[in-house]
């Protein structure tokens, strides 16, 4: 059950950090010590009842991981043990298009399975609020992870900006409004502070919810948008299809593989020719 508890806690407070809750290679420098924020469980008299202790993120975290604007930011009086029951409240609602919980948190929620073939019966958090997780809560746990898309190459363009400057993670905000949360590991942080403010196009692959919306974009190339650019690539890219019945639409099967479906939008024929079409993919490569 901690290490239940120690791994969500994990996950839930890099996915608000970060914008994800787990990454392949070392953690980063704050996660290495990770006792500070990792929940503590105490006996008390009834048996099968623990207080679980978590202490405020305003105390262990670095004060830049503090200074972060929307949607990155961490309130001081917060706890990592509080990130984690939101999360898994709005995964037992069944929010599709909650932004409190991935896939990586989804896979802890599921592996309280391990603790029901263990003959728990039911686990209960109780704070504000009741939550309770039984083998059919991790049932629709399991049922969430199925609906989301496969993550999958865009480019898309809009204006950048940075939540953290001197970090990585980043906002862009298309024609549409919408604020797409990003990450760009293979860009140093100056380059990405000269582009803070403009226009700007992404390449890279994209990660969505289970409602089929962007969960976040991890950034593989980025530079100033022409003209060309904003015209190309100002339309924010969704999933190419889905299962029936997961949620989310399915492409129409005579246009899920246009070029709408797999990179973005395109302009209206009469408005670029297939030779200056070609000429700006030519560009971004």
């Known amino acids: 059950m901690l290490h239940l508890l120690g791994e969500g806690t994990r996950r839930a407070l890099r996915l608000r950090i970060e914008g994800r809750s787990t990454a392949r290679g070392e953690l980063p420098v704050w996660m290495r010590s990770a006792e500070p924020f ?6 008390t008299a009834e048996p099968g009842i623990f207080r679980v202790e978590s202490r405020p993120l305003g105390q262990v975290l670095p004060a830049n991981l503090l200074s972060g604007g929307p949607p ?10 509080e990130l984690l029951e939101t999360g898994l409240a709005e995964a037992l609602s069944g929010a599709t298009n909650s932004t409190a919980f991935d896939a990586g948190l989804l896979e802890t929620f599921s592996a309280f399975a391990r603790l029901f073939e263990q003959g728990v019966e039911l686990i209960e958090f109780v704070q504000e609020r009741v939550l309770r997780m039984d083998r059919d809560a991790v049932e629709r746990m399991a049922h969430l992870r199925r609906q989301m898309p ?39 942080p100056a380059r990405l502070l000269a582009l803070r403010g403009r226009s700007v196009v992404v390449s890279g692959m ?39 019945g997961e949620g989310w639409s399915r492409a129409d099967p005579e246009t899920r593989l246009s070029f709408e479906a797999l990179l973005g939008s395109r302009p209206e024929e009469d408005e670029e020719s297939e030779e200056d079409f070609l000429a700006a993919l030519e560009e971004m490569s």
């Open 38 to 43: 990792e929940p503590r469980l105490e006996s």
């Open 72 to 81: 990155f930011d961490v309130a001081p009086d917060q706890t990592a043990m």
């Open 150 to 188: 496969a993550s999958r190459a865009v480019w898309i363009a809009g204006t950048l900006d940075l939540p953290r400057p001197g970090d990585r993670v980043f906002t862009l905000v298309p024609r549409s409004g919408a604020v797409l949360k990003g990450l760009a590991e293979q860009m140093e």
């Open 206 to 244: 994209v990660a969505f919810r289970p409602s089929g919306a962007i969960a976040r974009i991890h950034a593989e190339q980025m530079h100033e948008a022409s003209a060309r650019d904003l015209e190309l690539w100002s339309d924010v890219p969704g999933p190419l299809w889905s299962l029936p």
